[in-house]
């Protein structure tokens, strides 16, 4: 059975494009929740300017006061040297660095131009110099919102750039779900050919319903590594038109369901998948949740009972 492995995201991307601040006690409680549920990796928080991302300004705090898991990685999302600091200090067992594959992106999101950003990036890996893993986020991989198609062959330059300085993975990210399941597949094809010695994540987001059909294609293509967030929540702050990542109770739903081994307990996580309504404020976009598994089965109406009587 193929091993998934499954990164939770729902207290960084999910959360930090919510409007009404989500209480910190809240957010430990839901990490705590999430550490039972078997993920291999979990994106507790970001170090970002308290400015640029307020909902996530709690972020040493929450890192001090989680229940960390054995087997559980806890990740944090880091754009500069202050925040790559602040993640050694949190004691993170990984920095997710971030850049854009788009230059409009990149000063929208990070208010530099991608070299600065490569350049304090660059500067944060020697600074780590092998102590904790380095994973790179690379957002708009698969187009950008303000500026359109994004090359394939730029994406893998920025990996290839990454790979050099020793990276231990690299997340491909559809920031604004623009992907679809053809370009998903030319780009882990030539990935895998690449960068087969780095760990590969796809980081996909629904806006245009298809997200799900992008696992597929990924996961067809022999991409083990997937970001999700419980309910579907997310969105980068500063991508128009952005909106929730795949949902991860119906992408494990699914890969369960064809019999990938995802090492997730379902029925936990979908306990705490049904929480999150009331944690947000609101109704979320996951589906399985509210439907319930293939598995949980109605009882059929009286009628048809009573037919079935009829007829024996
Ligand atoms: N952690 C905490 N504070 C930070 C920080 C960090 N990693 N980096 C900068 N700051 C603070 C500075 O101390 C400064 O504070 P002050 O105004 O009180 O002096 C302020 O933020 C501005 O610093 P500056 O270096 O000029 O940053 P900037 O305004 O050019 O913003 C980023 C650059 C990268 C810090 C900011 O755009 C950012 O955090 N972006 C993250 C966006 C994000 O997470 N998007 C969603 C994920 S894809
Ligand atoms: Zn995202």
New binding site residues.
């Given amino acids: 059975m193929t091993r998934i492995f499954f990164n939770e995201v729902a207290t960084r991307?999910g959360f930090?494009i919510e409007p009404a601040f989500i209480d910190t006690d809240a957010k430990i409680a839901l990490v705590d929740a999430l550490s039972d549920c078997g993920y291999a990796k979990i994106e507790v928080t970001?170090?970002?300017?308290?400015?640029?991302?307020p909902m996530?300004r709690d972020a040493d705090e929450v890192m001090g006061r989680i229940r960390r898991v054995p087997g559980v990685e806890y990740t944090v999302?880091?754009?500069?040297l202050?925040?790559a600091e602040?993640a050694l200090e949190a004691k993170a067992d990984e920095l997710n660095l971030?850049m854009s594959t788009s230059e409009t992106h990149n000063l929208a999101?990070?208010?530099?131009p991608m070299a600065i950003s490569f350049a304090a990036l660059s500067e944060v890996i020697q600074r780590v110099d092998g102590q904790t893993p380095i994973n790179v986020?690379l957002?708009c991989s698969f187009g950008c919102p303000m500026e359109g198609d994004v090359p394939q062959a730029n994406v893998l330059g920025w990996v290839e750039r990454f790979a050099d300085l020793g990276v231990r993975g690299v997340t491909i990210c559809d920031?604004t779900g623009m992907a679809h399941p053809a370009q998903v597949n030319r780009m882990v094809e030539a990935l895998q050919q690449r960068f087969a010695q780095l760990q590969l994540t796809l980081h996909f987001h629904n806006t245009r319903g298809m997200g799900l059909a992008n696992v597929l294609a990924a996961v067809q293509g022999g991409i083990t590594r997937f970001d999700g967030s419980l309910g579907g929540l997310g969105g980068?702050?500063?991508?128009p038109g952005a909106s929730g990542n795949i949902c991860s109770e119906d992408a494990i739903h699914m890969l369960d369901e064809m019999g990938y081994d995802t090492g997730i307990n379902l029925d936990k996580l979908l306990a705490v998948a049904r929480q999150m309504p009331q944690i947000v404020g609101h109704d979320v976009p996951g589906q399985v949740a509210k439907a319930g598994r293939v598995t949980d089965l109605h009882p059929a109406p009286e009628f048809v009972n009573e037919l079935r009587q009829g007829a024996s």
């Fill in positions: 991307d930090q970001s170090f970002t300017s308290p400015k640029a991302i996530l999302l880091v754009p500069n202050r925040g602040r971030v999101n990070l208010r530099m986020s957002s920031t980068c702050p500063y991508a």
